[in-house]
């Protein structure tokens, strides 16, 4: 079953904070005196598990674990920020959870043009080289996008014919 943890937003990553989840992780008290940290208390207090608000050292772990995780996701986006700039990709959307969102819906297109430069451009040559020889592989460097495709509809159809016979 999956447990929806909300209010965690409200939660940073300043040491009150930090110190009442690690104690309440520990089966603790989130704070070891009565009084004092007023904003840490209401931020505390605003984490709901499920609509409830925590109880086990279970339920803590699992808001520690979101956060670890909003941590991690902030820098995602900020490392994808400056690559979108760098290689003109949409920038990711505000907020951690839009923008992962759109972060991920973009990272199929990114997987596949990686695909294509990286495992198939790369051996692209040396298989041109073996159906036609050198000679005529090396014109791909220069002739680009249009050579391959005319090789590609030569080699097809003499390996039609071939079949064909």
Not at 36 to 60: E, H, Q
Not at 139 to 144: H, S
Request: positive net charge; proline residues 4%.
């Amino acid at each position: 079953m999956t447990r929806v943890v909300s209010g965690e937003r409200r939660l940073n990553t300043a040491d009150d904070v930090a110190d009442a989840l690690n104690r309440l992780v520990a089966g603790k008290r989130a704070f070891a005196l009565p009084f004092g940290k007023g904003d840490a208390r209401k931020d505390i207090a605003a984490v709901t598990v499920t609509g409830a608000a925590p109880v086990s050292k279970g339920d803590w772990e699992l808001v520690q674990e979101v956060l670890a995780w909003r941590t991690e996701a902030r820098k995602v986006l900020a490392r994808r920020a400056s690559l979108s700039a760098e290689f003109g990709l949409p920038a990711p959307a505000p907020g951690v959870d839009a923008g992962f969102k759109k972060v991920a819906l973009l990272q199929a297109g990114v997987e596949d043009i990686r695909s294509l430069t990286f495992d198939f451009d790369t051996k692209l040559h040396p298989r041109l080289e073996e159906v036609f020889g050198k000679r005529i592989a090396d014109r791909m460097w220069d002739a680009g996008e249009p050579f391959v495709a005319s090789a590609y509809t030569c080699e097809r159809r003499s390996g039609t014919a071939h079949i064909r016979r």
